[in-house]
């Protein structure tokens, strides 16, 4: 598993004050996937806080276990969350961590994507969280 320079940087959006903040996310995949329901958006991003913090501690603790097979799982279930969220940055580093072999858990890309997934899904949910209050 081997993630260009380019892999490894976050999309940049430039705020209204001239700064390139990180986009972690697309909410216009959230607000097309709803429908522009607001009340449906509300329940999605409900879902994604409850579950995503628990992903994320399985595949964290899976990589500290050296479990393959619980690593591949939860990278697998996390794929089809990065996806449809529009996490782009996330997309090759959780099917990398899907496709990793028993070899590569001591690899430093590993490592690597180990800790980007978490860190952003971490992000992504307390950003979520403000969304709701």
């Not at 097979?69 to 782009?88: F, P, R, W, Y």
């Amino acid at each position: 598993m081997h993630f260009s320079q380019d892999q490894r940087l976050f999309l940049m959006k430039t705020d209204p004050s001239g700064i390139q903040i990180p986009v972690l996310y697309d909410y216009e995949v959230l607000v097309k996937l709803s429908y522009s329901n607001k009340e449906f958006e509300k329940r999605l991003l409900h879902i994604f806080i409850e579950t995503v913090p628990v992903s994320i501690a399985k595949l964290k603790s899976a990589f500290e276990q050296k479990d393959l097979a619980l690593l591949k799982a939860t990278a697998h279930k996390l794929k089809t969350t990065v996806h449809s969220m529009g996490i782009q940055q996330l997309q090759e580093p959780v099917l990398a961590l899907e496709n990793t072999g028993h070899d590569a858990l001591e690899n430093p890309e590993t490592v690597y994507a180990v800790a980007q997934v978490y860190t952003t899904l971490d992000a992504i949910v307390q950003e979520f969280k403000l969304r709701l209050t």
